[in-house]
Nanobody, 125 residues
Framework: VQLQASGGGLVQPGGSLRLSCATS????????IGWFRQAPGKEREFVAA????????YYANSVNGRFTIATDNARSSVYLRMIGLKPEDTAVYSC???????????????????WGQGTQVTVSS
């Protein structure tokens, strides 16, 4: 199982970015993909998650309404569209996969067995 996050960069407050998570090596329908982020000096936190069908999505309160998670089954990829970015969104963003089926677990990083390397997002003027 492999995941690879990309698309990070430097953006001004109020700007937008789209992160990509390319996946391989597992049966997509069995997994939920999540995005997490870790800011300097802080613990890693949940951002968003989606089932592969895209029928169920989950968001942290801090990003709800600004971030959108979506799947592209043909490309085996998951995207995180971020708008209205704030300096407090600055962090390393990572994607991860879990085969848990209890949606309560999607918010907790310990239930994700597979992780990709992160991509840096910096929001600054």
């Amino acid at each position: 199982v492999q995941l690879q996050a990309s698309g990070g960069g430097l953006v001004q407050p109020g700007g937008s970015l789209r992160l990509s998570c390319a996946t391989s090596g597992f049966t997509f329908d069995d997994y939920t993909i999540g995005w997490f982020r870790q800011a300097p000096g802080k613990e890693r936190e949940f951002v968003a998650a989606t089932t592969w069908s895209g029928g169920s999505t989950y968001y942290a309160n801090s990003v709800n309404g600004r971030f959108t998670i979506a799947t592209d089954n043909a490309r085996s990829s998951v995207y995180l569209r971020m708008i209205g970015l704030k300096p407090e969104d600055t962090a390393v963003y990572s994607c991860a996969a879990t085969n848990e089926h209890n949606s309560l677990y999607y918010y907790d990083q310990k239930y994700y067995a597979y992780w990709g390397q992160g991509t840096q997002v910096t929001v600054s003027s």
